[in-house]
């Protein structure tokens, strides 16, 4: 009776150190797949210029932008006046899309196409560009 028991207390140790050992494994291959998730997103943001839909059951996914946190301002310094884009400034990703938009309406103008979805997301770009430009 005692060899059995001695026996089950072995492989149960044996089933927890297995246990652990699966339990980092899936630890570990749940990051590196959330990594790769985070690069393909931003890979798509910044080539396409919106975000990646997510798949039907999940309902959120985020994360930390990979430019680091921004310094914030002492509270005793005056808030600066937000500088006015020079000639050699690069136009952000609200302006990219917005270009791209004016594209697709110009197109759409030219073949005839109905543009009334596309003149609309102009407009709600250009609204979204006033805003950022007054924050």
């Known amino acids: 009776m005692k060899d059995v028991i001695a026996e089950y207390q072995r492989w149960k140790q044996q089933g927890e150190g297995l246990r652990a050992e699966a339990m980092r494994a899936m630890e570990t291959r749940y ?4 990594t790769e998730a985070i690069q393909i997103a931003e890979e798509y943001r910044a080539d396409f210029g919106v975000a990646l839909k997510l798949p039907a059951g999940v309902s959120s996914f985020e994360y930390k932008a990979a430019g680091g ?3 914030k301002a002492q509270p005793s310094s005056p808030v600066p006046a937000p500088a006015a884009p020079g000639p050699e400034a690069k136009p952000g990703p609200l302006e990219k899309r ?8 110009e197109a759409a103008k030219a073949a005839g196409a109905p543009s009334k979805n596309l003149e609309d997301k102009i407009y709600e770009l250009e609204d ?8």
């Not at 990051?31 to 959330?34: Q, Y």
């Not at 979204?128 to 924050?135: G, V």
């Open 31 to 34: 990051r590196d797949l959330l």
């Open 128 to 135: 979204e560009i006033r805003l950022a430009k007054l924050r």
């Open 69 to 71: 946190k921004k310094p």
């Open 98 to 105: 917005l270009a791209a938009a004016q594209k697709k309406l």
